[in-house]
């Protein structure tokens, strides 16, 4: 009889994360540091941050991201907290309702968020920059809401009957207990908010944006073969990312022990 | 600086709060001089949280009012009232560190400033304590809990008796007119529970304030308080100091949660003479003759001495040892008494037992029937209380010659149709109802809400859903709480036409 330690039940997943993780990941930073020709060079890391284009799309990334999780905070927050303290013995029903979009096909969402404003606008053509807006909005806010209201639920009440027992307002209470409690859920909202927001170009493309985002930066590089490129603004990033996601949980430890979504 | 102010601190007036159609707190009515030590005293779900909790404001009162210095304060929110709070599980801030813990109260509290303008008048504005003020304030409490030292520590590293002390800091930082502690000790072990019992009283002695302390732990009440407010069902069962609420409960309920007692049923048998255990005792408190009374002996106050000298013999059934003294369980007859004495005894040994006089306390006792209204049905049963039970509609009128459901026939042939009349129904308690677990079984059902020893069976109280209480004596030992039904033989129910 075969007698398996613990230590080999873990092969599986070594397994699937040297294919699927790994791998890739070798190959996109092989075609990165690259040329056409396959010799080593720094070009495509230079080109990127010399060019003003792609500079230029970077920059137009964060700032949609950064206002579409705004934008989501700013109405998640009040969605959250209302059905976290509410008593209603339904609200995982209302909750189910915020979130349930999630479970729809993303595209088919972004086209039904079209069709309703293409009969409010008469043509989307006028507002691209707005309707983009209103397609990341509506596409992430459940995101936002989720983690939110997880944290918010979690927050003892107790903590916040002795906040008025020493003399705080309900104003007070919210600003020096709830909102500090719940950074961790903001944390991990804006974290499932922001960064995909930067790379998702369908709503753009569906709301005829013809700006550039770095999404579509790498599809259009991807489009023309053009691996080596392509690779490199994938890299970059990825270490964006990286950058944010140690920021944000440096943060996290900061402000407020325990409860992470 | 206390001068204009009123004796009574805090006053309590015709409390009661209802949730949901039950009542948590009734005909609360209380009033905490200045400087007490008060305890709420009772078992979980006897209301004595919940009225803690209007008193801070967290709950607001159905009817009745809480004054405090002579102002209505009953729809005041928490945070305008100069009350503050050490909760059951701390309730400290995880984010912030015991500094701001403490501090918290104190950033938010607004204070007047006199100073002296340029032309020598002094002037009075509102503002906040400055950084350097509440940091000493801040140190002070935490020397008075005996945490010198601990600001930058954060929460969560903390032992539990630790964090207990903060809260209790972060509460009388802000020298609030009364601090009010909800089982603050409850999640302490004993040896921790008892320091900080001791650590308790001398922080009342020393700070001055008034404070109102929840607790279903007897011998804690007993060992701080000034005053003690027993509960029970909402209600208040006795107010009194320490020694009063041992030494002369005011009902059986009362002298069986304090303390452990013999509680027996007895009877007045002539001037300061009571009989129970088939023998008369010299007693002190006065009632008349055939007054049925219950009667409470302590088990130390029972003294036991040899055979034939004390002034009954009883037979030693069981001995437990106690550490500082034995428990000796002795039957009188088929009476159980429960005896502490530091003197051991042998199992199945004839001794003699003396109590003095003083140590005998007597509750005027004379319900022996359950008493309610009425109504005959249209099947010649009758219903009151929740229930419906069978009953003998003969016993109504004289020469009844047969009965056939809600009709009777007298025996000069005229028929009485008793379908809907009124009428008062009564059962003797000792040997009248029954209890069974089969809920189909009986004609009621309800939940028994305490239960008492008494020597020899347990008295029993069996609430309705509505809120009917039934009265009744059993043997065997039934579990609070437990849901039964009442069975009433048909014989034992008396009924009398309105």
Redesign the interface.
Known sequence: MLKFSRKQLCIPYAVFLLIFVIAPLLVVIYYAFTNGQGNFTLENFTGFFTDTNTIGTLVYSIFIALVTTVICISIAYPIAYILAVSKLKKKSVLLMLFVMPMWINFTLRITAVKEVLTAIQGNLAFHPFLNTLIGMTYDFLPFMILPLYTTLEKIDTKLLEASADLGASPAKTFFKITLPLSVPGIISGVTMVFLPVMTNYVVLDMMYNSTYIMGSLIGSYFAAYDWNNGSMISIILLIIIFIITLVTNRLNNDESRGAVV | MFNNKTENIIELKNIKKVYDDVAAVEDFNLEVKRGEFVTFLGPSGCGKTTTLRMI???ELPTEGHITLDGDDISKL???KRP???V?Q?Y?????LNIFDNIA??LK??TIDITSKDKNGNTVTKKGKLTKKQIKEKVSRALKIVDLEGFEKR?V?TLSGGQQQRIAIA??IV?EPEILLLDEPLGALDLKMRKEMQIELKSMHEKLGITFIYVTHDQEEALTMSDKIVVMSDGMIQQIGTPEEIYNEPQNAFVADFIGESNILNGKVTGNLKVKFCDHIFDCVDKFPIGTRVDVVVRPEDIMMCPKDRGMMNVVVDSVVFKGIHYEITVLAGEIELVIQSIKNAHVGETIGIEIEPDGIHLIENNLVSNEFDGVITKHGTVEFADGEFECDLSQLYDKVSSVEGSVITLSDGTEKDLDGVEVAVSFPIADGAQMSDDADEGGAVGNIISLIYKGDHYQYIVRTENEFDYVLDDEDLWNENDTVSIIIPKEKIKLILK
């Open positions: 801070a404001g967290f929110p928490p945070y009350i503050n709070t909760f599980r309730a400290l801030f995880p984010h918290f109260g938010l509290k954060s969560d972060r509460a802000n």
